[in-house]
């Protein structure tokens, strides 16, 4: 995804109102940490299967890694998957995935890597992307020669200008390869549309609408050829709703799963739960209206411009400086917060804060009651 806007949105303090994500432990959690809230995954996933039901949802696992979230996602129902790297489609796989889409074109010992994959997990089926055909020659090879046959979509650039190819003559000369190739079986068409955000629904509608417009002619096109497209996935959490509504077509969205303070300065109105927090303290009051935290960029992602941290009840703090394990914060309200006060905050942007961890607390009933080890942050599992 592209980086959210620099200025996340005001998080406010009702004190009438219990906090939902205090702690009645704190004191046994060091910090900084994340805690994940899976009550409110639960309901996350409610609402995106509201908006799309559970065959046309693919959710992006990226944005959790975790295996926990995965098993939510089989309870609820949820039976397709996708993810940006060999070890998170492992991981999905081992914790229950059946259908994985690798939506990343796999190069260099990464093609020898997700055939191993396929074999290794047989019950799983896994699929990727491609947009370039010596990448796709390599698959067929790879794949013939562990005697395995991979699913192949074509990556459609459709204006984000990361990935993909256009989807024009040569998009169907690729796809008529892939239908050719031994080892490999065209499985359809994968379209990104990281470039469409805005808050203006209608907006939103207009610029999606224009940017999938060619990637139904191609999929008429092909049919009409008699290849087989099988299915189209697409999208991120901006769009998924929109799409998943008027369109067949499998929404990936990933963010809405956890949520984040980021998201909403750049998707139209969601109503969807924070359920991911970070947990960091007061280590220094380096001068009047100073408050030094220990939630460096080594702890919260920090693409983007700060602040990368909207924090519960400090609507007016101002983050004026930002190193590997430090945050300083000014404030006038500085002298409520001792050296050692707990402070609760939403990232900016949770997929890369959550790989940042090396393990999260999940919390039940106000108590952080046990780490999980975030799988695949790692680059290798075991394949």
């Not at 794949?143 to 998009?171: F, K």
């Not at 002619?217 to 008027?246: F, M, N, Q, W, Y």
């Amino acid at each position: 995804m592209t980086a959210p806007p620099p200025h996340p949105p005001v998080i406010p303090e009702n004190e009438l109102m219990p906090s939902w994500y205090e702690l009645d432990n704190a004191d046994e959690i060091p910090s900084p940490t994340l805690l994940i809230y899976p009550h409110r995954v639960r309901a996350n996933l409610q609402r995106m299967i509201a908006w799309a039901g559970v065959d046309r949802l693919r959710p992006h696992v990226k944005t959790h890694k975790l295996p926990q979230i995965i098993q939510m996602k089989l309870e609820a129902g949820i039976g397709k998957f996708k993810t940006s790297t060999i070890a998170e489609a492992e991981m999905t796989a081992a914790a229950g995935g059946r259908d994985v889409l690798l939506a990343y074109q796999p190069v260099g010992p990464n093609i020898r890597r997700l055939v191993e994959l396929v074999r290794a997990f047989p019950q799983t089926q896994f699929s990727t992307i491609v947009d370039d055909t010596r990448i796709a020659q390599s698959l067929s090879e790879a794949a013939q020669r562990r005697q395995v046959n991979v699913d192949v979509l074509i990556d459609l650039n459709i204006g984000m200008n990361r990935t993909g190819i256009r989807p024009n003559a040569d998009a169907v000369a690729l796809y008529r390869f892939l239908a050719a190739a031994k080892g490999l079986r065209p499985a359809g068409l994968h379209a990104y549309d990281g470039h469409i955000h805005d808050t203006d629904e209608a907006l939103v509608r207009r610029q999606v609408a224009a940017a999938f417009e060619p990637v139904w002619d191609l999929r008429r096109e092909l049919v009409a050829e008699g290849l087989a497209v099988p299915k189209v996935v697409g999208c991120g959490t901006v769009s998924s709703r929109i799409l998943a509504a008027e369109h067949d077509i499998e929404v990936s969205a990933g963010t809405s799963v956890l949520w984040d303070a980021g998201q909403p300065t750049f998707t139209p109105p969601m109503e969807v739960d924070q359920a991911a927090v970070l947990l960091a303290r007061v280590i220094s009051r380096p001068a009047p209206g100073l408050l030094c935290i220990d939630l460096g960029y080594k702890a919260v992602a920090s693409e983007m411009q700060p602040p990368r941290v909207a924090f519960f009840g400090l609507d007016d703090a101002e983050a004026v400086g930002h190193s590997e394990e430090h945050l300083v914060l000014k404030t006038d309200r500085a002298d409520d917060y001792p050296v050692g006060a707990v402070l609760y905050g939403v990232p900016t942007h949770i997929c890369p804060t959550v790989a940042l961890h090396a393990e999260v607390w999940c919390v039940d009933n106000g108590r952080a009651v046990e780490p999980w080890p975030v799988v695949a942050r790692a680059r290798r599992i075991t394949i």
